[in-house]
């Protein structure tokens, strides 16, 4: 299949790699893409949406999108392009993003959840499975994914004013009744991976950051990073405020045993003298 390259269409092109009229409609009606009578077009799975709608998602001034997690509208090829041109871009687009709490079920979920937030895309966490997994072009298209048969989804992208004015409503109904994902995350553990229990640990029983890194195979610059990241995580500004977060959620609790078999000790103030001990070292 010839690759077609992505740009952003002019103003007046806007929404034309959807249009059913001239060679726009050819376009639409090659490959493995068909159309309705409803201005609705099918899309077999993922590399046939990055190819066939990349071009609204370059465009757009308004994005909204609904998905189970972050897995959903991977967008392979096309996602790093979209972020840099959302930069590029002034104004930038509007970007909110509805997600289950799915998408902060691991670590690397989570992490990569609260980089997209950092970047000033709007996101909520619905308690409740959404009914649909749904991306909104502009209040002017919308993109609903089927679910997976064979490992391959369909998407259909809806044209259709009075189906898109209704996807709309039910998307807007949904996010205000969501939780901001700091609220959300406020009242809950952060998915820490094994590897952060033991950092934690490490941090809570003094060890220099050079013992540790060689405690954990990793080098001094890994480990520092992955303290950093662990910070985050537990919304902390420092290690030791990061210990009494850690002792709020019970994560040292959750760490298992030490050594020989002897119970960590989970009091934030264990992993605090262990940040003073180390300062008092380097003193």
């Known amino acids: 299949m ?17 249009c059913h009229g001239g060679a726009g409609r050819a376009a639409w009606q090659t490959g493995s893409v068909s159309v309705d009578l409803d201005r609705n077009v099918v899309l077999r799975g993922d590399a046939e949406l990055v190819e066939r709608a990349g071009p609204l998602f370059l465009a757009c001034e308004e994005f909204a999108c ?13 996602r790093e392009r979209i972020v840099a041109e959302r930069r590029r871009i002034r104004p930038a687009p509007a970007v909110r993003k509805l997600y289950t709490p799915a998408a902060l079920a691991d670590e690397e979920s989570e992490r990569r959840l609260l980089e997209v937030a950092a970047a000033g895309v709007l996101v909520r966490i619905c308690p409740t499975p959404l009914p649909h997994e749904t991306i909104i072009v502009d209040r002017r298209v ?6 997976p048969e064979g490992g391959v989804r369909e998407y259909t992208v809806v044209r259709s004013p009075g189906v ?28 820490l991976g094994e590897e952060s229990l033991r950092i934690l640990r490490l941090l ?43 002792h ?21 103030e264990a992993l605090g003298q262990g940040v003073s001990r180390r300062r008092a070292g380097r003193a």
């Open 2 to 18: 010839r690759s077609t390259v992505l740009r952003p269409p002019a103003r007046g092109e806007r929404l034309a790699a959807c």
């Open 66 to 78: 609904a998905a189970t997690d972050q897995n959903t509208w991977a967008l392979p090829g096309l």
């Open 142 to 147: 919308a993109i609903l994914a089927g679910p």
């Open 164 to 191: 898109v004015k209704g996807v709309v409503s039910l998307y807007q109904a949904t996010w205000e009744t969501s939780a901001e994902l700091a609220d959300h995350r406020r009242g809950r553990p952060p998915a």
């Open 204 to 246: 809570a029983g003094g060890l220099k950051d050079e013992a540790a890194a060689r405690r954990l195979g990793m080098s001094l610059r890994t480990y520092r990073r992955r303290v950093a990241e662990i910070l985050v995580l537990l919304d902390a500004d420092s290690r030791f405020q990061a210990g009494l977060r850690a």
């Open 248 to 268: 709020e959620f019970g994560l040292m609790r959750r760490s298992g045993r030490g050594r020989g078999g002897t119970p960590h000790n989970d009091s934030p």
